[in-house]
């Protein structure tokens, strides 16, 4: 993990969940989903997942724990977390008192066959080890293999445009990935072919973000993280990476 990586997932947020936790509940999941879910994305997979209350969704690389707190809050399910941040860890745990393992994607410590579902969101770019992760996801959804990705794709490969420490794949790549760990792709949905994000979420990420640079704004953490998730965000407004939302299921 680049240092620019563990200001972001480790420092910041553990920030995140201090602010949260000061703003108060209605800002619980919007911060958490700062790394990446929008309502829209997590309705589309936990519907495309066919997620009930009697599922165990397994969420792999689950950051502050926003995307897993708003799919147990839609279908009442029990999530089980896997992060390798501490900090993240601690955040999620704050935030919304979930069991959250500290491990990598790539090493679950789980038995196989353990859970119904799994998602991971936003996380295969962030690790070199992409086939090992989702030959874990793999191992320990039980069949059918109800899984779901948030990938972020390059258009082509990224070579010198790639931020430090990012792996994303190209398409094809993503594909020969997912064939690799045994998998099979039922349904493949853009990102941008969502519908737009609620006023109400945007204004809270806001205002959450206003009071992380208020508190942070000069430390070297905030500004490492900050200009990571520019460059990010700045490929995706250029075209050059999307993001993309799979469900999966065992080959
Ligand atoms: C962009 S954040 C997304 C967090 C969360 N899934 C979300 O959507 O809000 C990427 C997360 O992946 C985690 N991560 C990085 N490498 C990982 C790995 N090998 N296995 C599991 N998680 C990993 C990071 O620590 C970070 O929390």
Known sequence: MTEAMGAEFDTVAEWTAQVAADLGPDYHIPAGCRGSGSPAALDWLIEQLRLTSEDSLLDCGAGVGGPAAYAAHAVSLAPVLVEPEAGACRAARRLFGFPVVQALGSALPLADACVDAAWSLGVLCTTPHQLELLTEMRRTVR????????????????????????????????????????????????????????????DRVDAVDAALADRHGTSRAWELAEKQSKRIADLLGEGEVTGEMLVLRHG
């Open 143 to 202: 069949a059918p293999g109800r899984i779901a990705l948030l990938a972020f794709v390059a258009r082509e490969p990224l070579l010198t445009k790639q931020p430090e420490g990012n792996h994303f794949p190209t398409r094809e790549h993503l594909i020969e990935l997912i064939a690799d760990a045994g998998l099979a792709i039922q349904k493949w949905r853009s990102t941008a072919d969502l519908p737009a994000i609620p006023r109400e979420w945007t």
